[in-house]
């Protein structure tokens, strides 16, 4: 009988993650719990193991090798699927309800995949999912209406929220008109406390470009309907836009906006919030553009 290969070590990627991802290996010893010379040990284990070297050390920190950068590509998600089937024997005693709050522009993008996957490592939560503006959002967080809430940063009204996303505004456009070669620029866009309006409407002045909000919206799909019209151009992000909608560059006159992050408030701290909390924050750490927690 032929003998199995050894396994990899989940311990020993872990940690691999941590600092390829941009930790030293100071901070990825404090977040696995040993020390820095068992983590250097970890490494120089896990290059044996598959003979080739993963980590370069540089000036400003460490950079990975061709081969390392294909272990990254493939350890995230086996991370992310062996921890699930680890939480789903471990956490079967998570139960009752957690109450989620996202803008609604974040739903479709992201919340699928991550609900779906959390549903399935504690099936005895009951998930009730808020969508409604950042502000709004942490208005409920402070009156107890939440358990935790995504938001747009800029909104934080004192929250001390775990960044977990950053990424560009974009302007975006219908893709069958050119309201946006109007004068005043016509723009459709959330209520003024919105992070994303200041941000639009901050640079238009800056451009010296004049504009007007003609239409009103708090969803997005509402600011989305009156593009796809032709009626005025609104700002997101880049996509997937819905048929119809295109992103707008500068050759098309508009200034460029700034980045922006998403963050996470958390409020209470039964275990189905903390949960769901450390899920989210996972999940996102594994998107393109997502932040590093160093919680």
């Known amino acids: 009988m032929l003998a199995l290969p050894p396994g990899l070590d989940p311990d020993l990627l872990r940690s691999f993650v941590l600092i390829a991802e941009g930790d030293s290996v100071t901070r990825a010893a404090q977040r696995v719990g040993r020390t820095q010379s068992a983590v250097s040990m970890q490494m120089r284990r896990l290059e044996e193991m598959l003979g080739q070297p993963l980590l370069v050390r540089g000036p ?20 992310t699927m062996h921890d699930e089937m680890l939480a789903n024997f471990r956490a079967t005693d998570i139960a009752g309800a957690v109450r989620l709050g996202t803008p609604d522009d974040y739903v479709l ?15 005895a939560a009951e998930l009730e999912v808020i969508c409604a503006p950042s502000t709004e959002l942490l208005e409920r967080m402070d009156r107890g209406e939440l358990d935790l809430t995504l938001y747009s940063a800029g909104n934080e009204r004192g929250q001390a ?3 977990l ?19 005043p620029l016509r723009l459709s866009l959330a209520p003024p406390s919105c992070v994303w309006r200041r941000a639009a409407t901050a640079a238009l002045d800056a451009a010296g470009l004049p ?7 708090s969803a997005q799909m509402g600011t989305h309907a009156v593009v796809l019209a032709g009626l005025a151009i609104t700002v997101g ?21 700034p980045e922006f992050e998403i963050a996470l408030a958390q409020r209470s701290e039964s275990p189905g919030t903390r949960a769901l909390a450390r899920h989210i924050i996972d999940s996102f750490r594994h998107e393109p553009g997502g932040l590093p927690n160093h919680a």
């Open 60 to 79: 400003r920190g460490f950079s990975l090798t061709p081969h390392g950068a294909w272990l990254l590509e493939r350890a995230r998600p086996w991370l």
């Open 109 to 123: 993008l992201w919340l699928p995949d991550i609900l779906a996957r959390f549903a399935e490592s504690h099936p």
């Open 161 to 163: 929220g775990v960044p």
């Open 165 to 183: 996303w950053r990424g560009p505004l974009h302007w975006v456009g219908s893709a069958a008109h050119a309201v946006h070669r109007q004068t």
């Open 211 to 217: 504009w007007r909000v003609t239409y009103l919206s």
């Open 237 to 257: 992000l880049a996509g997937p836009l819905p048929p119809g909608l295109r992103v707008l560059g500068p050759e098309e006159g508009l200034p460029p906006l």
